[in-house]
Nanobody
Framework: QVQLVESGGGLVQAGGSLRLSCAAS????????MGWFRQAPGKGREFLAT????????YYAASVKGRFTISRDNAKNTVYLQMNRLKPEDTAVYYC????????????????????WGQGTQVTVSS
């Protein structure tokens, strides 16, 4: 089992920045990758970014590439999402997720591909 706890959400003005953290505990040595998703009211869960656990390779959704950066701190078993130039449409609950096994692909962008989820953290961007 893997436990994930997000933090760092809050209220920020448009154009500002936030850094989300996701601390992983439990059987983290069995993880293949971690990802960040978000869900706005009335919408589905949207993929944002993913990072592989072994070599920290990254992949981004087109909607956030260039503004958001995913990274990890091996020593702390923590994954970060640095969000810059935030827009009101970035307002959502942000979730981190972990996938156990590599499977047939390399980067996974659907929420069904992930096995563990955090509780989510609210990000609100005011105009």
């Amino acid at each position: 089992q893997v436990q994930l706890v997000e933090s760092g959400g809050g209220l920020v003005q448009a154009g500002g920045s936030l850094r989300l953290s996701c601390a992983a505990s439990g059987r983290t040595n069995s993880m293949y990758a971690m990802g960040w998703f978000r869900q706005a009211p009335g919408k589905g869960r949207e993929f944002l970014a993913t990072i592989t656990w072994s070599d920290s390779s990254t992949y981004y959704a087109a909607s956030v590439k260039g503004r958001f950066t995913i990274s990890r701190d091996n020593a702390k078993n923590t994954v970060y999402l640095q969000m810059n130039r935030l827009k009101p449409e970035d307002t959502a609950v942000y979730y981190c997720a972990a996938r156990k096994t590599p499977g047939g692909g390399y980067f996974y962008t659907t929420h069904t591909a992930y096995d563990y989820w955090g509780q989510g953290t609210q990000v609100t961007v005011s105009s």
